[in-house]
């Protein structure tokens, strides 16, 4: 039952052969600065550094994998805001399978590009309401009408446990005992497949989700005790900004998370530009949200071991005005008065100026 599955280290292990070759294994970095900064030992898991620039690719290509030849040949449908459509795309030219990708109006046109760069001439792409919701319903119904595989972006176990594979590495690789694991929380598959293994393998470490302030699915639902869906989100963190997380995702969340911190967009923003100036790391909204939520676990950190997961860096340099607009709000270095969300600086960058075709 779906209520009862939870990856096995077994399962993971096996998603670890089908990525070898395919995945990198990025990197587990110390952060001078931050690591001054909270006083404690601050490492980065740089997914960042992926092939497809987000650990999405895992998740996807496990899946596609382990299709029969009949499903191959039926072709894959997915949904995503833009990393997990990059990862069935490439998924899709390494493997010779046809995809339908369906990504939100609001998509960034970098992440179109992408997506469009890594799958060619198999991949066809379909621009559709305006959030991921609204893109997996439409992608629901074109699987339901062609017959074609959904490719779940969260809510589907070989993609758990193809995420999953990003917490051996950080396993492996870590030089001590980790205290706390900190990751980006949108529909649940990165963070369902991360806190099973360290449950089984490391239970001194504290898991901690990380969600923006205005998409918090995961916590909303953990509060109420049932998977929730929301009426309405900010999609800034694109990433991570879902109206329902996975069902999967939220009965083993709700199990093996200590703790979930919601994160202000704003201050998501001062941290991508941190990132970016200090230690010339380009980080996407979800992809920062880890560390941005450092902050508000500074006094509890001091003199640990702590590992951020940085899910992502495809960011559009468009957004770049946005980004500070909201920085400055946050910090309280711009006085706005009104309804300071319509004074931000339009999102230029949304792909309902561009034709797909041309990409």
């Known amino acids: 039952m779906m209520s ?136 629901q119904l074109y699987q339901k009408k062609h017959r074609s595989i959904l490719v779940h972006p969260f809510d589907d176990p ?7 594979t990003v917490a051996k590495e950080i396993f492996e690789d870590a030089s001590d005992p980790i205290d706390y694991l900190l990751f980006p929380l949108g529909g649940g598959g990165l963070a369902a497949g991360v806190s099973s293994y360290f449950q089984q393998l490391s239970k001194r470490t504290r898991l901690i989700g990380v969600e923006p302030a205005g998409a918090a699915a995961m916590k909303q639902s953990i509060a109420a005790g049932i998977n929730t869906t929301l009426t309405d989100i900010d999609t800034f963190s694109d990433g991570a900004a879902v109206k329902r997380v996975g069902d999967r995702g939220f ?13 202000p967009e704003g201050r998501t923003c001062s941290e991508i530009l941190k990132l970016y100036n200090d230690d010339a790391i380009i980080a996407e909204p979800a992809g920062a ?23 992502g860096g495809n960011n559009d340099i468009g957004r770049i005005e946005e980004i500070k607009a909201r920085s400055r709000l946050f910090e309280g270095r711009d006085v706005l008065s009104g309804n300071t969300a319509s004074q931000l600086p339009p999102r230029k960058d949304f792909v309902n100026t561009v034709n797909v075709n041309a990409l």
């Open 4 to 139: 009862d599955y939870s990856p096995n280290i077994a399962d993971i292990e096996t998603a670890a052969q089908n990525l070898d070759g395919i995945a990198v294994r990025t990197p587990l970095l110390k952060s001078v600065r931050l690591s001054e900064l909270y006083e404690a030992k601050v490492f980065i898991k740089r997914e960042d550094l992926q092939v497809v620039r987000s650990f999405k690719i895992r998740g996807a290509y496990n899946k596609m994998v382990e299709l029969s030849n009949r499903d191959k040949g039926h072709g894959v449908v997915c949904a995503s805001a833009g990393n997990h459509s990059q990862g069935v795309a490439f998924a899709c030219a390494n493997l010779g399978i046809k995809g339908t990708i369906f990504m939100p109006t609001t998509t960034p046109v970098q992440k179109i590009y992408q997506t469009r760069k890594y799958g060619g001439s198999t991949i066809d792409i379909v621009l559709s309401g305006d959030n991921f919701d609204a893109a997996l319903f439409a992608a």
């Open 158 to 164: 070989k993609v758990i446990e193809g995420q999953a």
């Open 289 to 311: 949200l880890s560390i941005a939520a450092l902050e508000e676990i500074k006094n509890d950190i001091r003199g640990k071991h702590v590992v951020c997961i940085l899910s």
């Open 251 to 263: 009965n083993i969340c709700q199990k093996t998370l200590d703790r979930i911190i919601t994160v």
